[in-house]
């Protein structure tokens, strides 16, 4: 399940390289730069190169999941048009992230960070569709490429969120089988997340000008 992922996130990040210049609105170019650290640390972490070089994995992932949430909600930011309140959100958010993984540490599966995180991000994605509703903008799948992403975000973390929280029971944590629950989920929620992606990619290579608020 690995490599189908993998491969999800690659062509992802190919797609995004050769659509650059034309991707908006220009923030969104930002999630090229996601992209490719997304690659390169799926890559090292398969791979064994964290392993062999006798780091651990584990704060490599916590430190990835608080890059990628500064990255989007910046790209959230800059679109939307109330800001300042946008602003406060994903910043009680860090606050609180960084609280919980300044607190349990960032070497071990961190179930509140990363909880935290992935609700952050829900919070900003549903933001900006809230904010696309009361605009009383008519939704073109062609043409908002927010809009796709905002939508593959949210189910990707929906997924991730399940499983996270669901290592909070203990027959879960104990099951041998858990391990290929989460693996399903994982894919199920990155197929839908990275197709979005390259979809909104050359939405904003077709309609550029259709991205924001």
């Not at 608080?66 to 959230?76: A, P």
């Not at 993984?101 to 919070?123: D, K, M, P, Q």
């Not at 839908?192 to 939405?203: A, E, G, N, T």
Request: proline residues 2%.
């Amino acid at each position: 399940m690995f490599e189908i992922t993998f491969v999800l996130e690659i062509m992802a990040f190919i797609t995004g390289l050769v659509f650059f210049k034309k991707i908006g609105p220009a923030p969104y170019r930002l999630a090229v730069f996601l992209l490719g650290i997304t690659v390169l640390n799926e890559g090292l972490s398969h791979y064994g190169v964290y392993r062999h070089s006798g780091w651990n994995k584990i704060i490599f992932y916590q430190g990835f999941f608080l890059v990628e949430y500064i990255i989007i909600g910046i790209i959230f930011i800059s679109v939307i048009r109330n800001r300042k309140s946008a602003l406060l959100l994903m910043l009680a958010d860090l606050f609180v992230s960084c609280f919980f993984l300044s607190r349990e540490g960032a070497a071990v599966f961190n179930v509140n960070y990363i909880t935290a995180i992935c609700t952050g991000l829900l919070l900003l994605s549903v933001f900006y569709l809230t904010e696309l509703v009361y605009a009383n903008q008519v939704i073109d799948l062609k043409a908002h490429s927010l809009f796709i992403f905002s939508v593959g975000l949210i189910v990707a973390q929906l997924f991730l969120l399940f499983y996270v929280n669901a290592k909070r029971v203990e027959s879960f944590r104990n099951d041998p089988h858990a391990i290929g629950v989460f693996r399903l989920l994982n894919l199920m929620g990155n197929l839908v997340y990275y197709l979005c992606i390259c979809y909104s990619f050359i939405c904003g290579l077709l309609y550029p000008r259709r991205v924001g608020i």
